[in-house]
């Protein structure tokens, strides 16, 4: 059953952002756009979206926001080491705490399946397989799982967690622009034979997920794998 909201995006101008915005502005959702200053506002302006000035890493920046929003999508996520923390851990804290001012229907965090850490070769992983990551972004990522999961306990926080594998399609992402173009140009090593597995998930398909996840109903306090069907070698990709 489809229902109007007001919807706030963080990492909006990102890979996935960007094609999140595409999906939402065929909705009927009021969308919004939390954004570190207005260099693609133009951009959002022409889709629809609302844009709103503001960076996660501090909380008196978000406190300035209005708070009406019933459903906040979670995606701003930094992989550059130095900053990684300052978003990942401090700028998801004070995200979760803003969502709590809000009219708060759902809390839609898109987490990833490097929480799960190196797993069996052949074996299918589902959302109760031990999390075992040895990765720093992984790890940024688990905290912030558990800190959802018991808050929804706890609380009956609206959280719903979507753990993609590695995303692909469309225009730029990090798979393509580091891992796929390194490959092909022989900048990154091939680990053995090229043969080892690779899950993936196809941005249009995340992107579904996400939109799907707004209006549906009994999954707060859940977490989701997303993946598309198959698995490719990266003797396959290149």
Known sequence: NFESMKVLVTGATGYVGRHLINELKKTEHEVFALIRNNKNSEKLIENNVKPLIGDIKFKESLNKLDKHF??????AFSLFPGADSDTNVTGFDNVVSFAKENPLRKFIYISS??????????????????????????????RAENKLINMAV???????????SEIFGGEGGFFKETQLNGYINGKVPIIGKGNN??????????VQAIVSSINKQGIEGHIFNINTPGVLTINELI
């Not at 706890?154 to 993609?164: D, N, Q």
């Not at 597995?197 to 995340?206: E, K, N, P, R």
């Open 113 to 142: 399946q490097l929480v799960y850490g190196n797993t069996p070769e052949n074996e299918i992983i589902n959302e109760d397989f031990p999390c075992q990551t040895t990765m720093f972004f992984g790890k940024h990522q688990l």
């Open 70 to 75: 019933e459903i906040i999508i979670h995606l």
């Open 197 to 206: 597995a690779i899950s993936f998930t196809f941005v249009g398909d995340l």
């Open 154 to 164: 706890s609380e009956g926080f609206p959280a719903v967690i979507l753990r993609p």
